[in-house]
């Protein structure tokens, strides 16, 4: 993944928890320097590897910690230059869960190694909505459970989201089921 992942991964936890926390993760990790550059690849077991060892660390089951940096991932892009991005995709929810496959696309144009995940989003019923998310990584999705709470604190809308029962039938994605609760 590009390092802008890990250099996210890094900003949250220093903020939340202190540089000297960091550096025990990065020792934890088994990383050499832990001087991220976003524009440059690191192999996906990096990020996981600084995922896993925030979870010894913290005490904090990697779920957990996978859907707050989701929800930091929103916040983060917006001010570390991808903020004209965030805006083009998407007026409201609906329209930016709609678009997160442009947005990959736009991105992917510049950084062509970008591996973006596909997502499919389905209106169900008022406010209720289908999300499908497909990607060549594994163990991600309480990660994107983060990203679209972030998304719709981003526009001031209050959801719940959970897990579909069911999985996708071929069971190669994920399908969550959204429900907007306040302003849709
Ligand atoms: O392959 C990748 O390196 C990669 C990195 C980040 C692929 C996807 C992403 C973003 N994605 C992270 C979860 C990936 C899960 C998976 O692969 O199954 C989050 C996608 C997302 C979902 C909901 C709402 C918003 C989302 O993200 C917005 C976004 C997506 C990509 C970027 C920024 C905001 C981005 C921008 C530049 C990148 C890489 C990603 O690369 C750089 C970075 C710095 C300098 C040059 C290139």
Redesign the pocket.
């Known amino acids: ?2 390092g ?2 890990n250099k996210a991964i890094e900003d949250l936890v220093t903020r939340e928890h202190g540089e000297d926390t960091w550096w025990q993760v990065v020792e934890k990790a088994g990383l050499e320097h832990a001087g991220f550059v ?2 440059e690849q690191y192999p996906d077991a990096v990020t996981y590897g600084l995922v896993g060892a925030a979870s010894e660390v913290l005490g904090v089951p990697a779920e957990q910690l996978l859907e707050a940096f989701g929800e930091f ?2 916040l983060y ?1 917006a001010t570390e230059g ?1 903020g004209e ?2 805006e083009m995709s998407g007026r409201n929810f609906e329209e930016f869960l709609n678009n ?1 496959d442009n ?2 696309m736009r ?1 992917g144009l ?2 062509p190694e ?4 596909s997502f499919r989003c389905e209106k169900v019923g008022e406010g209720t909505y289908h999300l499908r998310y497909l ?3 594994a163990g ?1 999705a309480p ?2 459970i983060g ?2 709470k972030g ?1 719709a604190a981003k526009f001031g809308v209050e959801i719940a989201m959970r897990p579909s029962a069911a999985r996708g039938a071929d069971g190669d994605h994920d399908l969550f089921v959204i429900e907007t609760l306040g302003q849709g």
């Open positions: 993944m590009y802008l992942v976003g524009m991932w929103v892009t991808y991005l965030l997160l947005l990959h991105v510049n950084f970008l591996q973006p995940p990607s060549d990584r991600l990660m994107v990203l679209v998304l």
